[in-house]
């Protein structure tokens, strides 16, 4: 291990303040105002480091049991100092206010009886960053908390694939295509960076087109015309990174907006290496904002599609035409069709008495009042409250369902929701497909166009807060993420004509892409570490490539869902598990999953669990291996094993092993879900000290995956009946 880094430097805010030894910080009590900041500078872009720290507290404290305890924010900053608007870093969560941090849990999560504890996290540098600031900042603390002993080290690691895409601008435009709402501004941020202070880094080429697709004429608002460039709007990049906001009007008629991002310099000229951090995020202007649609008022359905008529500059009367034509074959039920693949057909109906019975979250069955107020919970199950609230099972109800969606609209005004678990995005996304789809389907007879117009309205709520949520990018490139993209985009095509229902197709089709692309490679290695989450990324690939086809992106899901397939049928036990390395709830029948997923193939559930496992790229390793024999007489073995980098919130099981021989399982993982355990029970299961691991020089695994220092060839034959199966390359 290299030596530690230099001394940090350090200042303080809110409160906090030297303490009376060398290198003590003192942080106090003052909720997100008082916090320590230390700053390191000139380290290795894309080098992995540790971060150790001593805590000690007040023997008063009363949130010592406050996972939340404190925050470590991070601010990753270029060389002038100017900070990094950076999407993810390995090993580190999106928090607020810091962008990125590490939770530090309260005295009762440390293996201590003491007051004071050691605590280690480790990440990794994004590739434009070279200086850091450090800002342990107060959060849940009563009394005042020290920090000593704030080592930062590098690791020495070997070359593996950076996680960060490289946007990079050149005499080659960067394109963003967008359809536009007519008459409606569009705002793009972002950030770009140089590799030096650059007043004109570089500047975005505009073009507007017209619902023929002919190019606009010049002149366009907010933009200058540049002889050789076209309309355009300068980037400046002084200092070395620099937020941007392009607030664009565009003109009538304009219908897309094609936006080029590139330097100034043309390719034969030298210019500045300039780069943006991450896709832009893309929005209305905000007067369209839900929050400012919405206001104060409790709208229902149709009020909200008058509000938004009005805010269009539209008479009343324009709100009809915007209800869609019953539809005998609404746009497809993707994330249904992804339940689908996951837990089989859906078990709630209505009873010959009228009588709605629902069977949720692998619960027992439970009767629905007669009029329900959505604030039931017969189980006190968050996954059950979180299943309730998606109304995924409505359309398995026939005729009752739309009337029922409708009253779940009513009793459920956009800010104040009668569960406040009904706007968690498991929740959120699936409603907001069923609500879409139902508006668009044919109604049960005797129903009005009033009810039509309540569920379009409902419906076109949760569209706006989808488009926001996509838009700016609030799930980052995560499973919630690509789930809230793929609700948008069904709500737009189950809503052709609505004034927004472009907008919300090209917005969702983009990041779909985007999304879908960071969660699985083309080679079929997976960002997430979890088995059953990357089955529900394979299953949500495999809906969409179905629903989209040849539509891009759908060709490209469809062929990473083919390379991530390859391999996990081969991790089932002989008892049709998988290894329960992550959060693995107990309820999902996964070989059941994976045999859905292989429908279609040329190959059966068997035969892929039979296949030999494809041969590791050289330098390239599978993050999951394992064996399994069933000698007659003997009874099956199992052994498998994880070299995942683990979530920075999840389970702490890097080299994690399980065992079973003889029809018994020897050694056992505890498993767990985040859905079903909550505070100290949580952070054990989720700690080393609740894992197989190797202890590497008596140190717990934090962050990024096992390297392979040297690979010995086995002398060892295969039992007889033996199989062996790796996935998910690192």
Same mark, same amino acid.
């Given at each position: 291990?290299?030596?530690?880094?230099?001394?940090?430097?350090?200042?303080?805010?809110?409160?906090?303040?030297?303490?009376?030894?060398?290198?003590?910080?003192?942080?106090?009590?003052?909720?997100?105002?008082?916090?320590?900041?230390?700053?390191?500078?000139?380290?290795?872009?894309?080098?992995?480091?540790?971060?150790?720290?001593?805590?000690?507290?007040?023997?008063?404290?009363?949130?010592?049991?406050?996972?939340?305890?404190?925050?470590?924010?991070?601010?990753?900053?270029?060389?002038?100092?100017?900070?990094?608007? @950076?999407?993810?870093?390995?090993?580190?969560?999106? *928090?607020?206010?810091?962008?990125?941090?590490?939770?530090?849990?309260?005295?009762?999560?440390?293996?201590?009886?003491?007051?004071?504890?050691?605590?280690?996290?480790?990440?990794?540098?994004?590739?434009?960053?070279?200086?850091?600031?450090?800002?342990?900042?107060?959060?849940?603390?009563?009394?005042?908390?020290?920090?000593?002993?704030?080592?930062?080290?590098?690791?020495?690691?070997?070359?593996?694939?950076?996680?960060?895409?490289?946007?990079?601008?050149?005499? *080659?435009?960067?394109?963003?295509?967008?359809?536009?709402?007519?008459?409606?501004?569009?705002?793009?941020?972002?950030?770009? @960076?140089?590799?030096?202070?650059?007043?004109?880094?570089?500047?975005?080429?505009?073009?507007?087109?017209?619902?023929?697709?002919?190019?606009?004429?010049?002149?366009?608002?907010?933009? @200058?015309?540049?002889?050789?460039?076209?309309?355009?709007?300068?980037?400046?990049?002084?200092?070395?990174?620099?937020?941007?906001?392009?607030?664009?009007?565009?003109?009538?008629?304009?219908?897309?907006?094609?936006?080029?991002?590139?330097?100034?310099?043309?390719?034969?000229?030298?210019?500045?290496?300039?780069?943006?951090?991450?896709?832009?995020?893309?929005?209305?202007?905000?007067?369209?904002?839900?929050?400012?649609?919405?206001?104060?008022?409790?709208?229902?359905?149709?009020?909200?599609?008058?509000?938004?008529?009005?805010?269009?500059?539209?008479?009343?009367?324009?709100?009809?035409?915007?209800?869609?034509?019953?539809?005998?074959?609404?746009?497809?039920?993707?994330?249904?069709?992804?339940?689908?693949?996951?837990?089989?057909?859906?078990?709630?109906?209505?009873?010959?008495?009228?009588?709605?019975?629902?069977?949720?979250?692998?619960?027992?069955?439970?009767?629905?009042?007669?009029?329900?107020?959505?604030?039931?919970?017969?189980?006190?199950?968050?996954?059950?409250?979180?299943?309730?609230?998606?109304?995924?099972?409505?359309?398995?109800?026939?005729?009752?369902?739309?009337?029922?969606?409708?009253?779940?609209?009513?009793?459920?005004?956009?800010?104040?929701?009668?569960?406040?678990?009904?706007?968690?995005?498991?929740?959120?996304?699936?409603?907001?497909?069923?609500?879409?789809?139902?508006?668009?389907?044919?109604?049960?007879?005797?129903?009005?166009?009033?009810?039509?117009?309540?569920?379009?309205?409902?419906?076109?709520?949760?569209?706006?807060?989808?488009?926001?949520?996509?838009?700016?990018?609030?799930?980052?490139?995560?499973?919630?993420?690509?789930?809230?993209?793929?609700?948008?985009?069904?709500?737009?095509?189950?809503?052709?004509?609505?004034?927004?229902?472009?907008?919300?197709?090209?917005?969702?089709?983009?990041?779909?892409?985007?999304?879908?692309?960071?969660?699985?490679?083309?080679?079929?290695?997976?960002?997430?570490?979890?088995?059953?989450?990357?089955?529900?990324?394979?299953?949500?690939?495999?809906?969409?490539?179905?629903?989209?086809?040849?539509?891009?992106?759908?060709?490209?899901?469809?062929?990473?869902?083919?390379?991530?397939?390859?391999?996990?049928?081969?991790?089932?036990?002989?008892?049709?598990?998988?290894?329960?390395?992550?959060?693995?709830?107990?309820?999902?029948?996964?070989?059941?999953?994976?045999?859905?997923?292989?429908?279609?193939?040329?190959?059966?559930?068997?035969?892929?669990?039979?296949?030999?496992?494809?041969?590791?790229?050289?330098?390239?390793?599978?993050? *999951?291996?394992?064996?399994?024999?069933?000698?007659?007489?003997?009874?099956?073995?199992?052994?498998?094993?994880?070299?995942?980098?683990?979530?920075?919130?999840?389970?702490?099981?890097?080299?994690?092993?399980?065992?079973?021989?003889?029809?018994?399982?020897?050694?056992?993982?505890?498993?767990?879900?985040?859905?079903?355990?909550?505070?100290?029970?949580?952070?054990?299961?989720?700690?080393?000290?609740?894992?197989? @691991?190797?202890?590497?020089?008596?140190?717990?695994?934090?962050?990024?995956?096992?390297?392979?220092?040297?690979?010995?060839?086995?002398?060892?034959?295969?039992?007889?009946?033996?199989?062996?199966?790796?996935?998910?390359?690192?």
């Amino acid at each position: 291990m290299p030596d530690d880094l230099p001394e940090p430097t350090a200042r303080y805010v809110g409160g906090a303040g030297a303490g009376p030894r060398a290198g003590e910080h003192v942080v106090a009590p003052k909720n997100r105002w008082a916090r320590a900041i230390l700053g390191f500078r000139d380290l290795v872009p894309e080098a992995w480091y540790t971060l150790d720290v001593s805590l000690s507290w007040d023997e008063d404290e009363q949130a010592a049991a406050a996972f939340d305890f404190a925050l470590v924010g991070f601010d990753f900053m270029a060389r002038d100092g100017s900070s990094l608007d @950076v999407e993810s870093v390995p090993g580190l969560v999106r *928090t607020l206010p810091d962008p990125l941090g590490a939770w530090l849990p309260g005295p009762a999560y440390h293996a201590t009886t003491g007051l004071s504890a050691e605590w280690r996290c480790g990440f990794r540098m994004p590739p434009q960053a070279s200086d850091l600031a450090l800002g342990f900042r107060s959060w849940r603390n009563t009394a005042p908390f020290r920090i000593s002993g704030v080592r930062l080290r590098s690791v020495e690691a070997p070359s593996i694939t950076s996680p960060w895409p490289r946007l990079r601008l050149g005499a *080659t435009p960067l394109m963003f295509e967008q359809d536009l709402v007519q008459g409606v501004g569009l705002v793009l941020r972002g950030q770009i @960076v140089s590799d030096r202070p650059n007043e004109h880094a570089a500047y975005a080429a505009i073009r507007y087109r017209d619902a023929s697709g002919v190019e606009m004429p010049l002149p366009y608002p907010d933009t @200058v015309s540049v002889m050789g460039h076209g309309a355009s709007v300068n980037l400046p990049a002084k200092p070395q990174a620099r937020r941007f906001t392009l607030s664009l009007t565009p003109p009538a008629g304009a219908t897309r907006v094609e936006i080029g991002l590139r330097t100034w310099e043309e390719a034969d000229e030298a210019s500045p290496a300039v780069e943006l951090i991450a896709p832009p995020e893309v929005s209305l202007e905000d007067s369209f904002r839900l929050e400012s649609l919405i206001g104060d008022d409790l709208l229902d359905g149709s009020a909200f599609l008058s509000r938004l008529a009005d805010r269009l500059g539209l008479e009343p009367g324009a709100v009809p035409a915007w209800l869609p034509e019953a539809q005998a074959a609404p746009a497809p039920a993707i994330l249904a069709r992804a339940r689908h693949l996951r837990q089989g057909q859906e078990r709630s109906s209505g009873g010959p008495d009228g009588q709605i019975v629902l069977r949720l979250a692998g619960l027992p069955d439970w009767t629905q009042p007669e009029s329900p107020d959505w604030r039931e919970e017969p189980f006190r199950s968050v996954p059950w409250r979180l299943d309730y609230h998606s109304l995924a099972w409505i359309p398995a109800l026939g005729e009752a369902g739309p009337a029922l969606a409708a009253a779940w609209g009513a009793a459920n005004p956009w800010g104040q929701p009668s569960d406040p678990l009904s706007l968690h995005p498991a929740a959120l996304t699936a409603r907001a497909e069923v609500l879409a789809r139902l508006a668009a389907q044919p109604l049960p007879e005797g129903a009005d166009d009033a009810l039509r117009a309540t569920l379009v309205g409902v419906a076109t709520q949760h569209g706006f807060a989808l488009a926001e949520i996509v838009g700016q990018n609030a799930f980052g490139r995560s499973l919630h993420g690509l789930q809230a993209a793929t609700a948008l985009y069904v709500t737009a095509c189950s809503l052709p004509r609505l004034p927004l229902a472009p907008f919300w197709t090209a917005l969702a089709s983009r990041r779909l892409g985007e999304t879908f692309g960071a969660l699985l490679a083309a080679d079929g290695h997976f960002a997430d570490p979890v088995l059953q989450r990357r089955l529900d990324c394979l299953s949500l690939g495999r809906a969409l490539a179905e629903a989209l086809g040849g539509q891009p992106p759908g060709p490209d899901i469809a062929a990473r869902v083919e390379a991530g397939l390859a391999g996990l049928p081969g991790l089932l036990d002989p008892g049709g598990r998988l290894p329960p390395f992550g959060d693995a709830p107990p309820v999902v029948d996964e070989a059941a999953w994976i045999g859905r997923l292989l429908a279609g193939r040329s190959s059966d559930l068997a035969a892929a669990r039979e296949a030999a496992p494809s041969t590791p790229a050289g330098g390239v390793f599978h993050d *999951t291996l394992t064996m399994s024999a069933d000698s007659i007489g003997r009874g099956a073995g199992h052994f498998a094993c994880t070299f995942a980098a683990p979530s920075p919130l999840g389970h702490a099981d890097c080299t994690s092993f399980i065992l079973a021989a003889e029809g018994r399982r020897w050694i056992v993982e505890a498993g767990g879900s985040e859905s079903v355990e909550t505070g100290p029970s949580r952070h054990y299961l989720v700690s080393a000290r609740a894992h197989n @691991v190797a202890l590497l020089d008596g140190r717990e695994p934090v962050a990024g995956p096992v390297w392979f220092a040297k690979v010995f060839a086995s002398t060892v034959p295969a039992p007889t009946g033996s199989r062996r199966a790796f996935t998910g390359r690192t």
